[in-house]
């Protein structure tokens, strides 16, 4: 499934992240293939709120819907 689908208070591996420069910057804040992610919020217009290695990111909805993740 796609990060973007992930419902608010579920976690998920992430399985693939997309290529090119973005995949880039995600490696260098730690999302990386095998990392968990925790949705803590989903907000108006898509925006999500995930939670992983400590830290809190907040990713727009289509940004998350690159990303494949198995939900745990």
């Given amino acids: 499934m796609m990060l973007g689908a ?11 992240l997309p290529v090119g420069d973005i995949r880039s910057h995600f490696i260098r804040i ?12 989903r907000l108006p217009g898509g925006t ?10 907040a990713l727009s909805g289509d940004l998350a819907d690159t990303i494949e993740i198995q939900q745990l």
């Fill in 30 to 41: 730690g999302m990386v293939e095998g990392a968990v992610v925790a949705c803590l919020e």
């Fill in 6 to 16: 992930l419902p608010k208070g579920m976690r998920g591996r992430i399985e693939r």
């Fill in 48 to 57: 999500m709120v995930l939670e992983f290695s400590r830290q809190e990111v």
